[in-house]
């Protein structure tokens, strides 16, 4: 199994799930590098994301592609 410590190694989308409201959002791969840096690491994309429906950012999933 392969593990994915920075964003920019990520080979498909990323997708982020609320924990607190259910909402996901998919972002291409493109879409987090852009939008969180390619040397962001994953711990720390999930301490900064805000869930846009509630504002919640507490037990954030995030699931990616290898």
């Given at each position: 199994?392969?593990t994915?410590?920075?964003?920019?190694r990520?080979?498909?989308?990323?997708?982020?799930?609320?924990?607190?409201?259910?909402?996901?959002?998919?972002?291409?791969?493109?879409?987090?590098?852009?939008?969180?840096?390619?040397?962001?690491?994953?711990?720390?994309?999930?301490?900064?994301?805000?869930?846009?429906a509630?504002?919640?950012?507490?037990?954030?999933?995030?699931?990616?592609?290898?």
């Open positions: 199994m392969t994915i410590d920075r964003v920019g990520l080979k498909g989308p990323l997708t982020i799930h609320c924990g607190n409201c259910g909402h996901a959002a998919t972002w291409a791969r493109e879409e987090a590098v852009r939008r969180l840096g390619g040397a962001c690491m994953i711990p720390d994309a999930k301490r900064v994301l805000r869930c846009s509630c504002g919640g950012g507490r037990h954030r999933f995030i699931y990616f592609s290898t």
